[in-house]
């Protein structure tokens, strides 16, 4: 195989994979925009049924991946999903001296390191930009555009489902189910949400931002998460009141003292003037602070055909100009991570009325060295389902789970209460 300094003609491109974004990738590179970038080869299951009139009648529709490695093909972009077997195919495809390009959190989360390791060996690039969200341009801003400082911290609202939920709910306090069912009619949503939801999408884009921004490995799986299925309407009126709205937070902060990463997605209250909050709908935004540069902001459209097809294709002109750029996840270290952040915590209680709950609760508290700042209850509510708000001095999470597991025993819950920490403006910066 030619290497791609030495390509003679435009840079030849198989798609593995032909859904949502292997369709929109196909459309550009059928214009003319790009005559560097040849589509030759369309692989997918059944690929009968996807084959489609406006690609061009020489392209190679297959089903067999190993046509797509037959010594005509300069880069595969592997868009099937999954980590099996899309993880073999970027491992056949290296081995055969073929470059990479892949929109695949979930691989290059859990295996970005060996494949990284497999991309140097076969001395071919393997690029993801497309897997952090989607059309914003942060792999690379992060290993070129700034990669002149040493990064600290990384924040970001990484899953565009969660955030149209939440400021759905917000901005028409409609119910987190009510949004889920609208989000799923409008495609914005998957039939079974969990993956967005509890945490797990935005977990793994998470990890790989903490290998490209903070050059560490994490277990994906050790990044704590939270699900914003409890959020309710109330928590927005209350995190009003506080002059926050909720966000779903991705963050990683590198302890320079222990050297750990401390990471955790979870929803969050933010200031509602800070660039977290300013992201609404399916937008995703990454803010990262350096030593030397302070805080950056990235942001734009974090998924859909088009806007991912974009990275995917901008990745493919990196290779075609022969600037593929550093390999894969060149992680200096794994590092141990810290579950642990220190912050102010927003905790509702849904409640069945009586006299002494307030004393109850400051009682666990306090034994979990835990300060009460104030008690919020806005009035109109029934006594048998009453809600009311507690906000605590910073503390550490551990600290309120603890606390949170005894009041959960206690029998005048309706619902189990909700925490979320209250990020200061130094977290979700202004
Ligand atoms: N959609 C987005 O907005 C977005 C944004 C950022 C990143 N991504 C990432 O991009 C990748 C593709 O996402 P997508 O939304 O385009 O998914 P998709 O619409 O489900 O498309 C996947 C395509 O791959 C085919 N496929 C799946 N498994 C296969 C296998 N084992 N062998 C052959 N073909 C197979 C599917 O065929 P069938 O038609 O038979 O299912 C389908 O055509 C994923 O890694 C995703 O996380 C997507």
């Given at each position: 195989?030619m290497?791609?300094?030495?390509?003679?003609?435009?840079?030849?491109?198989?798609?593995?994979g032909?859904?949502?974004?292997?369709?929109a990738?196909?459309?550009?590179?059928?214009?003319?925009?790009?005559?560097?970038?040849?589509l030759?080869?369309?692989?997918?299951?059944?690929?009968n049924?996807?084959?489609?009139?406006?690609?061009?009648?020489?392209?190679?529709?297959?089903?067999?991946?190993?046509?797509?490695?037959d010594?005509?093909?300069?880069?595969?972009?592997?868009?099937i999903?999954?980590r099996s077997?899309?993880?073999?195919?970027?491992?056949?495809?290296?081995a055969?001296?073929?470059?990479?390009?892949t929109?695949?959190k979930q691989?290059?989360?859990?295996?970005?390191?060996?494949?990284?390791?497999?991309?140097?060996?076969a001395?071919?690039?393997?690029?993801?930009?497309?897997?952090?969200?989607?059309?914003?341009?942060?792999?690379?801003?992060l290993?070129?555009?700034?990669?002149?400082?040493?990064?600290?911290r990384?924040?970001?609202v990484?899953?565009?489902?969660?955030?149209y939920?939440?400021?759905?709910?917000?901005?028409e306090?409609?119910a987190?189910?009510d949004?889920?069912?609208?989000?799923?009619?409008?495609?914005?949503?998957?039939?079974?949400?969990?993956?967005?939801?509890?945490?797990?999408d935005?977990?793994?884009?998470?990890?790989?931002?903490?290998?490209?921004?903070?050059?560490c490995?994490?277990?994906?799986?050790?990044?704590?998460?939270?699900?914003?299925?409890p959020?309710?309407?109330?928590?927005?009126?209350?995190a009003?009141?506080l002059?926050?709205?909720?966000?779903?937070?991705?963050?990683?902060e590198?302890?320079?003292?222990?050297?750990q990463?401390?990471?955790?997605?979870q929803p969050?209250?933010v200031?509602?003037?800070?660039?977290?909050?300013?992201?609404?709908?399916t937008?995703?935004?990454?803010?990262?602070?350096?030593?030397?540069?302070?805080?950056t902001?990235?942001?734009?459209?974090?998924?859909?055909?088009?806007?991912t097809a974009?990275?995917?294709?901008s990745?493919?002109l990196?290779?075609?100009?022969?600037?593929?750029?550093r390999q894969?996840?060149?992680?200096q270290?794994?590092?141990?991570?810290?579950?642990?952040?220190?912050?102010?915590?927003?905790?509702?209680?849904?409640?069945?009325?009586?006299p002494?709950?307030?004393?109850?609760?400051?009682?666990?508290?306090?034994?979990h060295?835990?300060?009460v700042?104030?008690?919020?209850?806005?009035?109109?509510w029934a006594?048998?389902?009453?809600?009311?708000?507690m906000?605590l001095e910073s503390?550490?999470s551990?600290?309120?789970?603890?606390?949170?597991?005894e009041?959960?025993?206690f029998d005048?819950?309706?619902?189990?209460?909700?925490?979320?920490?209250?990020?200061?403006r130094?977290?979700?910066r202004?």
């Open positions: 195989m290497s791609t300094t030495e390509r003679v003609g435009p840079c030849r491109v198989a798609i593995a032909f859904g949502t974004v292997g369709q990738v196909a459309r550009i590179l059928s214009g003319d925009i790009h005559p560097s970038l040849q030759t080869h369309i692989c997918n299951r059944q690929v049924r996807k084959k489609v009139g406006w690609v061009a009648p020489e392209v190679v529709w297959t089903e067999a991946f190993d046509d797509v490695l010594g005509s093909v300069d880069v595969v972009v592997e868009l999903g999954g077997p899309a993880r073999d195919w970027i491992e056949q495809a290296l055969a001296g073929v470059a990479v390009v929109a695949n691989v290059i989360a859990h295996d970005g390191v060996s494949l990284g390791q497999a991309a140097r060996q001395d071919r690039p393997l690029l993801f930009e497309a897997a952090v969200a989607g059309g914003v341009p942060i792999v690379r801003s290993r070129e555009g700034i990669a002149g400082d040493r990064l600290y990384i924040q970001g990484l899953n565009g489902t969660c955030n939920i939440l400021t759905r709910m917000e901005r306090g409609v987190y189910a949004v889920l069912a609208e989000a799923q009619r409008l495609g914005y949503a998957e039939a079974d949400p969990t993956a967005d939801v509890d945490g797990f935005a977990q793994a884009k998470l990890a790989i931002l903490i290998a490209v921004g903070l050059g490995e994490v277990g994906v799986d050790d990044i704590p998460l939270g699900s914003i299925r959020i309710s309407a109330i928590d927005f009126s209350y009003k009141r002059g926050c709205v909720i966000r779903q937070v991705a963050r990683a590198l302890l320079p003292e222990s050297g990463i401390r990471a955790a997605v969050a209250l200031p509602d003037d800070s660039s977290l909050a300013r992201v609404e709908g937008q995703n935004i990454v803010v990262v602070d350096g030593e030397f540069g302070g805080e902001a990235f942001s734009g459209f974090g998924a859909g055909g088009e806007p974009v990275a995917v294709v990745d493919l990196a290779i075609a100009r022969g600037a593929p750029g894969a996840t060149d992680v270290a794994r590092r141990p991570v810290a579950r642990e952040f220190d912050a102010p915590h927003y905790v509702r209680f849904m409640i069945r009325d009586r002494g709950i307030i004393a109850a609760l400051a009682e666990v508290f306090s034994r060295a835990i300060n700042d104030a008690v919020w209850q806005e009035p109109g006594k048998t389902e009453l809600p009311f708000v906000t503390c550490g551990a600290s309120v789970t603890a606390a949170l597991n009041i959960g025993q005048f819950h309706v619902r189990p209460p909700l925490w979320l920490p209250i990020l200061s130094g977290e979700a202004a």
